[in-house]
């Protein structure tokens, strides 16, 4: 029970009006989770402000607020407390409620086992105590505060998880919850944006471990060579286990690694414990439990009864749980939180557990949002042991693509590999694979990749979908991990599959697909575009210049690609070593790469080129079939297609038209000739709307990959195609300015009465546009009109019709919120330029989501 008044004293608060309820059952983050008796929190941080759900959540039912600033709306019947700050009041009330009470905290912490670790701690302690272990899904400082909602005075310990995700964070854990006791399963260094080099991370656990008093516990696992970095409390008594070595308290050795579960003997003293067995799965988690073990007999429990009571010790949602998958396969979910080292464990798991006949298949999301800072030799040993331990790896992600480029560079063989960006292509990916009862499927990723949907996909029995975490609530909780720049890119990779999938019901039977992706794929990031359009049945890609081409195929991308400009003479030798067309538009061109081939001494891939009336590179019509012949001459060039451009085949269908009767002109005696020319091709995404003849075999898709209407003649209805990028930024700041304020560069917006004006750090070096200027954005779903000139990397929006707006509050530029959305079409009409424009100089500079 949760009680007002324990808040309010422990944490200096103030009540606003009468007080309805007072006692609560739990905590409530998410107005979609309210209810009676519930208290909700709002948060506020850097990333984020829930102020603003504070209506929704009173509408839903919840019985008392904890805020920083009191609702407007009306709030009777629901009690209001304010505090500083309800994270810190949180932690206050949970250190007042621990010593009013005299419950002992046993504090679990580190990079892996720590939730198997405190549900052993709690199955063994509570043999002879009673003991308070909740587990909760969000993560941090305010997780703590949140799981222990369900304190009790009969309470005699409470083990708790001293999670972590910043420095500082375990300091005030440390101050507000007094630990007794210190038990760590690995110390494994974890590198994220917060601990920068594993040296903070150390020193951040060693705030712990150096505060246990005199005759408390730390109880660590020995074979952790991490642990030597710990400084440790002299005074407090250290217990070490092991699974290897005789020196420790607890040992278990003879362990039996199989499909569902582990066995082993435990070693305690000179007493000997033979064949005990736990439905957990992988040796690693052995550490948890003979942490348990060792936690027990400080706190005076027989080794038989702790031994026994760890009998009903059952796999944890998304932490190695196994179930019986698709076709009869072993699928085990460990989809609760990846980093490096925990994957490594289970990886050893994997490879001890199967059978020559088995087949291994890996699937492996990003790691946890918050290691976005790369590791790169965690991943190169990652991708060895994917090489030599797994059979056939899924990898989805940015991160996860890299793991699974480290696998290939060991020797794992490419057709084993799949690189996918979202959860429809990971299943596909996985379906393609014909499971049955002889494969192991393993599924692991951080939060926020939300494997457990996939694990659901592949579920061969509908009821154990309740044993699956729900991370679902975890994009909309404080755990919401944000770039550092203050704005970025979002994109929807699903979108992106989903809009290839749509031109593919466009093209005719005999067409296939090159995907345009050139500049960056229109600045969505052309290595993942790339891999998504080729999953999706792209067949070619397109890009325009030889750099680009060189950045794919750097990137373990083997599928043709045709370089669609201008490239040096100098790079005609890399262009054939690497597999790479080039356009041949000009008998010139075509002569000095023949003579570069020649002198290097293969052959160069080559479409040719025709200009029937878009101006710019090509052969004019006219000269085309003498060009043609001339080629044919070259020995060094070989002829692979022959195109032509459209240029305005979203506007002209005439036009358009008489350029296609043009360019069959001169197809008519080429193709005469009986020669076989594999590609003919015309059509970009406009043009394939309008152009239907099977004369052209491919078409060149760029603008409709990225989900925006490429044509006002034939536009595709709305809702078929979806745009894959969202632009946003967060407010910086909010200011009441007075009547005839200025606002920004050269006075060019005076307030014409008291104005709310909202400051975003964002300006035309992101990729907006001074003049002519961006006009609104989306500010809760509603549109705010810019105000005063846009600087280099600043602007100002008017937001006096906003509710509830606070500092951190999310901002849309492009992109979709609430029922409003603002497109790069709407954009590109502001500004006077067309979408492709829009997103192409939305700076590559902005870190991508
Ligand atoms: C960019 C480009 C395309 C793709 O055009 P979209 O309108 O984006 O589909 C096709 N062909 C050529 C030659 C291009 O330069």
Redesign the pocket.
């Known amino acids: 029970m949760i009680s007002l008044y324990d808040i309010l004293h422990a944490a200096n608060g103030q009540l606003f009006g009468e007080p309805a309820s007072h006692l609560f059952t739990d905590f409530c983050l998410d107005p979609r989770d309210a209810g009676p008796s519930l208290l909700y929190v709002a948060i506020r941080s850097p990333k984020q402000d829930t102020h603003q759900y504070i209506e929704q959540a009173i509408q839903n039912g919840v019985s008392g607020v904890l805020c920083i600033e009191p609702p407007t709306c009306d709030a009777s019947g629901v009690s209001i407390l304010m505090v500083d700050e309800p994270v810190e009041a949180l932690l206050l009330w949970a250190k007042a409620t621990l010593t009013k009470l005299q419950i002992k905290t046993l504090a679990v912490a580190g990079s892996s086992g720590t939730s198997i670790a405190i549900e052993s701690i709690g199955l063994v302690l509570s043999q002879k105590y009673s003991v308070h272990y909740d587990q909760v899904s969000v993560s941090g400082r305010l997780g703590v505060a949140l799981s222990l909602a369900k304190i009790q005075p009969e309470h005699d310990f409470a083990v708790i998880k001293f999670d972590t995700q910043q420095m500082g964070d375990m300091a005030i854990l440390v101050e507000c919850l007094n630990p007794v006791a210190a038990i760590i399963p690995s110390s494994a260094c974890v590198i994220t944006d917060a601990f920068q080099s594993c040296a903070d991370w150390y020193a951040e656990l060693s705030i712990l471990t150096a505060a246990i008093p005199d005759q408390g516990l730390i109880a660590l696992n020995q074979d952790d060579p991490e642990n030597r970095h710990l400084n440790l409390a002299p005074n407090a008594h250290l217990k070490i286990v092991s699974i290897h070595e005789f020196g420790a308290d607890w040992m278990a050795y003879n362990i039996i690694t199989s499909s569902n579960g582990t066995g082993f003997d435990v070693r305690h003293e000179n007493e000997r414990y033979k064949g005990r067995w736990f439905p957990i799965l992988g040796e690693f988690n052995l550490y948890s439990v003979l942490l348990a073990l060792v936690t027990g007999e400080f706190y005076k429990i027989a080794d038989a009864d702790a031994l026994k009571s760890l009998t009903n010790l059952k796999p944890l949602p998304g932490h190695m749980n196994p179930f019986i998958g698709k076709n009869g396969c072993l699928l085990v979910d460990d989809s609760f939180s990846a980093n490096p080292a925990g994957t490594l464990a289970i990886l050893d798991w994997l490879e001890k557990i199967k059978n020559e006949d088995q087949r291994t298949i890996f699937v492996l999301g990003d790691m946890d949002a918050n290691s976005r800072h790369y590791d790169m030799v965690a991943y190169r040993n990652l991708g060895k042991k994917i090489a030599e331990g797994v059979d056939i790896l899924i990898a989805q992600g940015i991160q996860a693509s890299e793991i699974a480029r480290s696998a290939l560079a060991h020797g794992m063989d490419a057709n084993n590999v799949t690189i996918t960006f979202g959860l429809y292509d990971s299943v596909q990916a996985v379906e393609r694979l014909n499971l049955d009862s002889n494969d192991i499927l393993l599924v692991k990723g951080g939060r926020q990749t939300r494997l457990e949907l996939f694990v659901s996909h592949f579920l061969s029995q509908e009821s154990d979908k309740q044993q699956l975490v729900s991370q679902a609530r975890v994009e909309s909780n404080e755990n919401l991990v944000r770039p550092l720049s203050p704005s970025w890119i979002e994109l929807d990779y699903n979108a992106l599959s989903a809009n290839l999938r749509y031109i593919q019901s466009r093209l005719l039977d005999n067409q296939k697909l090159m995907a345009?992706i050139?500049a960056d794929a229109?600045g969505h990031g052309a290595v993942p575009v790339a891999r998504v359009a080729l999953l999706n049945g792209a067949d070619y890609l397109?890009v325009?210049n030889i750099s680009e081409a060189l950045t794919l195929r750097q990137n373990g991308i083997t599928a043709p690609i045709l370089v669609?400009g201008y490239i040096p003479i100098d790079a005609v030798s890399m262009a054939i070593r690497e597999n790479i067309t080039v356009a041949l538009y000009s008998l010139e061109i075509a002569e000095m790469y023949n003579r570069a081939a020649n002198e290097y001494g293969d052959i160069l891939k080559g479409h040719i080129k025709i200009d029937t009336g878009m101006g710019r590179l090509g052969i004019f019509a006219d000269d085309a079939v003498k060009a043609f012949r001339h080629m044919l001459t070259l020995k060094s060039l070989v002829i692979e297609g022959i195109?032509t451009?459209f240029s305005s085949p979203d506007s002209n269908r005439d036009y358009t038209n008489q350029q296609v009767d043009t360019f069959k002109r001169v197809l008519r005696p080429i193709l005469a000739s009986g020669l076989k020319i594999p590609y003919i091709h015309a059509s970009?995404?406009?043009g394939m709307l309008i152009v239907d003849d099977p004369i052209f075999n491919l078409v060149?898709?760029?603008?409709?990959l990225y989900g925006l209407n490429?044509s006002s003649i034939a536009p595709i209805k709305s809702g078929l195609l979806t745009p894959i990028l969202s632009w946003k930024t967060v407010i910086a700041q909010i200011k009441e300015f007075p009547p005839q304020a200025m606002i920004g560069y050269s006075n060019t917006y005076q307030t014409s009465e008291r104005e709310k004006i909202a400051i975003l750090p964002v300006g035309y070096a992101d990729g907006m546009r001074r003049s002519p200027a961006w006009k609104e954005v989306l500010i809760h779903g509603k549109r705010a009109p810019i105000v005063g000139r846009i600087s280099m990397e600043k602007c100002a929006v008017k937001v006096d019709h906003i509710d509830n707006i606070s500092l951190g509050d999310e901002v849309v530029l492009i992109g979709k919120q609430g029922d409003d959305q603002i497109t790069a079409d709407e954009v590109a009409g502001w500004l006077g330029t067309i979408s492709?424009e829009i997103i192409t100089s939305v700076m590559p500079r902005q870190p991508r989501h």
């Open positions: 345009v050139k229109y397109a325009a669609m195109y451009h970009n995404s406009a060149r898709v760029g603008l409709s490429p492709y």
